[in-house]
């Protein structure tokens, strides 16, 4: 993946930098030394790396004002960084650039049952807005795998979704407002507690841009009352194929199951072995939750089971209780960490329409074999939202390569599917020179004209999101 | 309602316009006789009216962009025009304008029931859509009132709801892709049969832009599957402020209805005359609607009403067959029209937190009051989209300019509870000079700077959303 050579001015000014940073910042906030910004050199993409100049931790939306304020004078790029789980690399740095991480605003700033929302600020962890309000009985819907650790400011910057957005939706449909500073240190507020919003729709914008526009730093959230039970069905199938017929056929039924993930016999094998869920020896996995009181999820999963059984499937294991609930999970859940125990891989993120699931699975399967490099496919198939896994040996050369030009096939096919090149992860640099492939070229201009209007010197996270050429002449014809 | 003085030098090029498109559109498309001009003079703000120059009604995206051309060449303004139903008065005439009505873009275009899209030309009337997809057991969730007139295009201009938005989500949540004409004759598609998009997400900023952006002359709609049933309650209370509680009390329950209604007095009465749906005397009526099936409808009614007998109602009537919930539903329907019976009105559109429900009925009538103006409330409660009515005399001198005054105060009595100008009927020319009540300065500069990437002429649907003075400045800047 090429990155753009660092400016050497900028490099050559980086003690006048840090100095102004400190000026305006408390004093623990500025970390410049190598050996400490080598903890900010990558995010979950980590087979690309590269340490900034230096790294901001703000803790205040003023402060984040104040470090874009500096930055902005002196013509330096800024790369914002939530808790850099990304797997876009889209909180990777250049070298000549400031990180700007929002880890500590992690604060909740108010909560209201009555209208069902909470406002925190943007470096606070997902699963923690949901603890946050779980003792009243809500929760925060959008649940990426990260959840533990990944930052609303990230789930906004990548509209992340999660395995339960086929019911709930994605960061998108649960985000009401955002306060958020741009490049030149501006804070605006964007939305608030209430639907819809009068002129142009600026949040949806915000939502999804990959810290393009600008740095969310506090974001109005809709919160949601707990249903009352869920319950998982494992199902096994002999044929990748023939499960994602099934899961078509649930889908065009109109039930609406909370998640529907989806599973191959390598990413089953691999996490039988790690996490020891009692699977069952079979091609496809599909585990299917539905949510409800007791009489409704008997009556969406009677639907389901018999669409199932149509399927010829190799066993229906319904959870009977919590216990066997938590195992069907378990397996789904450690299937990226066994995965990542016998092999590197990138973690690719298509999304198709629901039924091209069987054609995409074929020839996924086909280019597996063609490239030479296993393919685990765990996903949230219920919208389509595709994760194939491809291993590679990071210490093998040529390797790495290998897996971009077979992951770049992957994604095309989505898109020539009637797909699109991400799901939740983001174009970051991973998809950016894909875009051409999704986009008309006087497309991608409006998209970038919209950017010139939020950040016109082109300064904020560099490098990303548009192909690589046309954003570096953008960023030259701004100076 | 002030509106710009039309150019001049574009009323003496008439015959020269009216000529160049017709050379570029089919012979009757374009309708420039004095007399025919007048049909395009309002929407269904009738209150105020302007004949445009001409009118063009095109019947394919290419007839589209010529006329878009044609009118950028000649520097003339271009009001997009649907059905005509915008009750903010977003397709406006100036006299200056060429109003472009897509009502012969109606066709149907794809319809894919196993991934759930149909792909509809954007003249197409709402109730159609469902028309087109409901003998296969689907339907074309977002419901506004006008349905049976009101076309696509406009749905998406205004990101238009109805009484079952939520449950379903308004136009925006339904949408998943558009082909849009700009005001250069520019074709562009942005989303498509798919979840999420690439890149900035352009589709949630062109829907409820207004026509600022472009004209949309195709689109692709999300279908959902019939639910199995549905039942209505009817539940009568003797206090606006307690029936807005019972309101509040059932959103923070966690249950979802389809539709929360509310009617006050005015409302009641005034449609019980007009449809004699046998509505109970009482001050403020709720209609609560739950779907699924009979089991799910059961559970979900139980925790309603038992909720709704904690505040005391006059009457708790449940529709025991189809007959009855359609008796239930007549008097809602008909509250509109039977207003338009008694009074001339202004229909307003303000969005707030629920929970400030009783307040704002209060101070709405507070201000009755004070205006010696009636104001009649119906509207859908469940998100807090307030439709105040307020009645006046179109014959008597000043009682338009009280009632504009009045509707002015409410809007802002929206915003300042916490809410915003429009829930769904958009900013228009009604709200236009309320922005600056909701954003501040900064902020409409933002939304004005993105208007100008589309649309750099602001030639796209003068004199709207934004206020007056900015949008002439930004358009005399543009020439």
Known sequence: ????????????????????????????????????????????????????????????????????????????????????????????????????????????????????????????????????????????????????????????????????????????????????????????????????????????????????????????????????????????????????????????????????????????ETSEKYAQAGYPDCEALLIVEVEGSPAEIDEQLAVILAIARKHDPVELREAKDADEAARIWLGRKSAFGAIGQISDYMCLDGTIPVSSLPMVLRRIGELSAEYGLRVGNVFHAGDGNMHPLICYDANKPGDLELCEAMGAEILKLCVDAGGCLTGEHGVGIEKRDLMTHQFAPQDLEIQMAVKDVFDPTWLLNPAKVFPLNASQSRRIAAE
Not at 80 to 107: E, K, Q, W
Not at 235 to 264: H, R, S, T, Y
């Open 1 to 268: 993946m090429d990155m753009p050579s660092p400016d050497l001015s900028i490099l050559s000014r980086k003690a006048e930098i840090v100095a102004r940073l400190q000026s305006v910042l408390p004093k623990n906030a500025v970390i410049h030394a190598e050996s400490e910004v080598r903890a900010y050199e990558c995010d979950a993409l980590s087979a690309y790396r590269c340490p900034p100049l230096c790294a901001v931790l703000p803790t205040s939306t003023e402060e984040v004002a104040a470090s874009l304020r500096v930055c902005h004078e002196m013509g330096v790029p800024v790369v914002p960084r939530g808790s850099g789980t990304s797997l876009a690399g889209g909180a990777l740095p250049t070298a000549d650039c400031v990180i700007l991480g929002v880890a500590r605003l992690n604060g909740v700033l108010e909560t209201n049952y009555d209208d069902r929302y909470i406002r925190v600020q943007s470096g606070r962890t997902n699963l923690s807005v949901t603890g946050a309000v779980e003792a009243e009985g809500f929760f925060y819907a959008p649940d990426p795998s990260s959840q533990l650790a990944c930052a609303i400011a990230g789930n906004i910057a990548m509209n992340s979704g999660g395995a339960h957005c086929l019911k709930y939706g994605v960061t998108t449909n649960n985000l009401l407002g955002v306060k958020m500073v741009l490049m030149d240190g501006t804070i605006t507020e964007i939305g608030g507690a209430h639907l819809d919003a009068p002129g142009l729709d600026l949040l949806g914008l915000i939502c999804g841009s990959e810290g393009q526009l600008g740095v969310v730093t506090e974001a109005t959230l809709r919160i949601l009352r707990k249903p009352e039970g869920a319950r998982p069905v494992l199902m096994a199938f002999n044929d990748n194929e023939v499960a994602g017929a099934c899961v078509a056929d649930i889908i065009k039924a109109g039930v609406l199951p909370v998640a529907i993930e989806f599973m191959d016999r390598l990413c089953i």
